[in-house]
């Protein structure tokens, strides 16, 4: 049974930073990759930031480029968001998922469509 589980979220002041986790179990850690997507109310769903089964390829949404940082630690079967220079704007649902790919660069273009396991999310807010 795969499950996916983010902690980390919280509440914090424009400008401020936060680290986002996302534990992965019950699947083969090396054979997907790892996205964060975000979900404002009566918005869609949009990838914030994904990464390839080796790890080295990221995805990046337009509007957190430069500012947040994904990474993963295959020991620890656990992907990372580093969030910087947080902005209202940023304050979302944020979710962490996982999909196969056989190519070990895909990202699958960081699209909530493409991914197949999901955690139930954590929720991050800044105020301004």
């Known amino acids: 049974q795969v499950q996916v589980v983010e902690s980390g979220g919280g509440f914090v002041q424009a400008g401020g930073s936060l680290r986002l986790s996302c534990t992965a179990s019950g699947l083969t850690f090396e054979d997907v990759a790892m996205g964060w997507f975000r979900q404002a109310p009566g918005k869609e769903r949009e990838g914030v930031s994904c990464?390839?089964?080796?790890?080295?390829?990221?995805d990046h949404g337009n509007s957190v480029k430069g500012r947040f940082t994904i990474s993963r630690d295959s020991a620890k079967t656990t992907v990372y968001l580093q969030m910087n220079s947080l902005q209202p704007e940023d304050t979302a649902m944020y979710y962490c998922a996982a999909t196969f790919t056989s190519n070990v660069y895909d990202t699958r273009e960081c699209h909530p469509s493409e991914y197949t396991y999901w955690g139930q999310g954590t929720q991050v807010t800044v105020s301004s």
């Open positions: 990464i390839s089964s080796n790890g080295r390829g990221t």
